[in-house]
C-alpha cells in the first residue's frame, strides 16, 4: 500500500516442531484439504499450544544459538527490491481463502532483504502442521531468478489480508482482499499495520537488542516460527503465535489482533536471556523522521516535510503528558526519560495536512503508533534513539522502554501490551496540543539579528485553550538545561481558528552541547497544555 523502507534481515535459526530438518519436513509433507486450507501443502500434525511454545522457548535459551542456513544465497542476492516486487502470492492459494474467519492470509517470498526461511504453520484444533513452501504458490516473471530456487525455499514472512465480506475503504468503497492487506510480519522481528487511515509506516519489532551502544553491534533477533490459529468464527480478531531467537535471547509470543476502523494488538511475551543485554529494549517502535517545519537545510529536498513521525509522545506514570518533537541529529543521540509504572507512550504523526508533504506517498496518512502497557512494568525509562539520516529510505528513529533493572543471562521476563495503530492516542489528554515547531533567527524584525539566538515558536491547539476568555493570555513557562531565554510571549494564531496558540522565545547558548528545553503553556497556576520536551543542537 505505501512506498516500503528498507529493512534488516539477520540470520534466522531453522527450528520446525518437534526438531528435525526441512528435509524431512518434506519427506512427511502431505496434500490436506483441513479447513481454511485449501490447495497448500501441510506437514505432520504435532500438538500445539502458547504453553508448549514458551517451554520449548525456555529450552532454547540453554542452548548455544546456531544460526541458520540461507537457502541458496547466490540466487536469493538476485531477488533484490525490484524483482522482490514483481513477485505475488496467488489469491486462490492463500490460507483461509474461503473461509473459516475473515481474514485470508498469503506469504512473502524470500529476497535480498529477507534471505532466510520462516516456518509458517496452521493450528488446527490444538494441533500444528506446517505449511510447506512450493513455487506454483506465487506468480512470477519467466526471468525471476525466484525460479531457480528449489521446491523447499520456504517463505519470508505473511500477511492478513482485509475482510473477505468487504472492509470499508477510506473513501467508502469496498475493499477486495486479493488486493489488500492490513498487518505485515516480515524481516526479523518486525511488523506493521495500516492504521485508521490506509497506510503502511511506521513498524514495530519483537524486542530490539543493544541499538545505538557504543562499541557493541546491534542484535537483530528473528521470528523463526510462526503458528497462525485457526479461527473459530467470522469476529475481527485473529491470533498468531511466534518463536523468537537470537544469539542473545529466546521468546514466546502471542499476538491477538483486532481490525476495525483502525488496528489494535495484544501482545503477550515471555523472555529467556542467553547473554547479558546492556540495552534490552520492551516494546521497541521504529519509524523515519528526516526533516519537518522545524528546520529544513535549504533546498534538500522538495518537499515541505518527510517523516512518518514528528514525535514522541508519553504519558507518565505520574499523570503527566509529554510531547518530545523529533531530532534528524548532528550525531546519535539516545534520550532517556525516567519513569515508573508508564501509562502508555508512542511515535505519532499529528501533522495530518497534504499541503505539508506534497508526496504521493501520503506521509499525511501514516499511522501513528501507541504503547499501553498491561500491568506493572516498574521502574525504568522510555528512551529515544535518533540517528542521522540524509534520506528517507532509512527508518532512524526507535522508542521503546527498558527497565531499570540490568538484562543479565539466565533471567525470564513476561510483558504485556496493547498496540493501537491509529492517528492519535487512543486516550487523548485534556490539555492543548502541541502541534508545530518552528526554529528561526533570534531578535526582532528591523533589527540586527545577534547570531548567537535562535527563535523558537511553537503552536498549541485544543483543550483549555478553546474557551479562554477574551483579553486572556495564557503564559508561556520555558526553562533551559544550559543558556539564556529572552523574548518570551504568548499569541493567538491569526488564522480564526478557535484555542489555537503559540508560544515564543529566543534562546542563547554556546558551544555545540545539546539544550534542553521544557516549555508548557499555564493559567492562574493550571496547566493549559502539555510540556514540550526539545533537544536543541545549536548551530
Given at each position: ?180 492487506d492490513w498487518v505485515a510480519f516480515l524481516g526479523a522481528s518486525y511488523f506493521r499495520a495500516i492504521g485508521s487511515d490506509y497506510q503502511y509506516g511506521i513498524s514495530a519489532r519483537g524486542i530490539a537488542i543493544d541499538p545505538a551502544v557504543a562499541g557493541v553491534a546491534e542484535e537483530f533477533p528473528d521470528f523463526t516460527n510462526f503458528y497462525i490459529e485457526t479461527p473459530t468464527d467470522d469476529s475481527n480478531e485473529v491470533t498468531v503465535y511466534a518463536l523468537l531467537e537470537g544469539p542473545s535471547i529466546t521468546g514466546a509470543y502471542r499476538f491477538k489482533m483486532w481490525r476495525d ?247 542563547a547558548a554556546q558551544g555545540a552541547d545539546p539544550v534542553e528545553i521544557r516549555l508548557y503553556l499555564r493559567l492562574a497556576g493550571e496547566a493549559l497544555s502539555e510540556t514540550v520536551l526539545y533537544q536543541y543542537h545549536p548551530f
Open positions: 500500500m505505501s512506498r516500503s523502507k528498507k529493512q534488516i534481515s539477520l540470520s534466522r535459526r531453522q527450528l520446525l516442531v518437534g526438531g528435525g530438518s526441512l528435509a524431512s519436513a518434506l519427506a512427511l509433507a502431505q496434500v490436506v484439504h483441513a479447513e481454511g486450507t485449501k490447495g497448500l501443502t501441510l506437514g505432520t500434525a504435532r500438538p500445539f499450544s502458547y504453553d508448549w511454545l514458551k517451554e520449548r522457548a525456555r529450552a532454547l535459551a540453554k542452548e548455544p544459538y546456531v544460526p541458520p542456513p540461507k537457502p541458496n544465497p547466490e540466487i536469493v542476492q538476485k531477488i533484490d527490491y525490484e524483482e522482490h516486487g514483481r513477485i505475488r502470492f496467488k489469491p486462490e492459494y492463500a490460507l483461509f481463502a474461503d473461509g473459516p474467519g475473515q481474514f485470508p492470509v498469503t506469504f512473502f517470498h524470500l529476497g535480498k532483504n529477507f534471505p532466510k526461511t520462516v516456518h509458517m504453520h496452521v493450528v488446527i484444533a490444538g494441533e500444528a502442521k506446517e505449511i510447506v513452501y512450493r513455487p506454483e504458490y506465487f506468480n512470477m516473471p519467466a526471468d525471476s531468478p525466484a525460479r531457480h530456487l528449489p521446491e523447499n525455499a520456504g517463505f519470508a514472512g505473511f500477511r492478513f489480508q482485509e475482510s473477505r465480506k468487504g472492509h470499508p475503504g477510506r473513501k467508502g468503497e469496498i475493499l477486495d482482499w486479493r488486493k489488500n476502523q483502525a488496528v489494535t494488538m495484544e501482545i503477550e511475551k515471555e523472555l529467556h536471556l542467553r547473554k547479558d543485554v546492556e540495552r534490552l529494549c520492551i516494546a521497541p517502535l521504529t519509524s523515519m523522521y528526516w526533516y519537518s517545519e522545524t528546520m529544513k537545510t535549504t533546498a534538500i529536498d522538495w518537499r515541505p516535510e518527510v517523516h512518518d513521525s514528528d514525535g514522541l509522545a508519553m504519558w507518565t506514570g505520574s499523570g503527566e503528558r509529554i510531547w518530545r518533537p523529533l531530532n534528524n541529529p548532528p550525531r546519535v543521540i539516545v534520550s532517556a526519560f525516567s519513569d515508573e509504572r508508564p501509562r502508555g507512550f508512542g511515535l505519532m504523526q499529528r501533522d495530518r495536512s497534504v499541503a505539508n508533504y506534497l508526496d504521493g506517498v501520503a506521509y499525511e496518512r501514516r499511522p501513528s503508533l501507541w504503547v499501553e502497557p498491561i500491568g506493572d512494568w516498574g521502574k525504568g525509562t522510555v528512551q529515544l534513539i535518533e540517528i542521522p539520516t540524509d534520506d528517507e529510505i532509512y527508518d532512524n528513529i526507535v522508542a521503546a522502554w527498558v527497565p531499570s533493572e540490568p538484562a543479565r543471562a539466565g533471567q525470564s521476563m513476561t510483558y504485556r501490551y496493547k498496540l493501537y495503530w491509529q492517528a492519535e492516542e487512543p486516550e487523548p489528554g485534556p490539555l492543548a496540543k502541541a502541534v508545530a515547531l518552528r526554529i528561526g533567527r533570534g531578535g526582532e524584525p528591523g533589527k540586527p539579528r545577534p547570531g548567537d539566538r535562535r527563535k523558537f515558536v511553537v503552536e498549541f491547539l485544543g483543550g483549555p485553550l478553546t474557551n479562554l476568555p477574551e483579553g486572556t493570555l495564557p503564559e508561556a513557562v520555558v526553562t533551559l538545561s544550559r543558556g539564556e531565554v529572552s523574548n518570551v510571549f504568548t499569541e493567538a494564531v491569526p488564522n480564526d481558528v478557535p484555542g489555537h496558540w503559540r508560544a515564543q522565545f529566543d534562546v
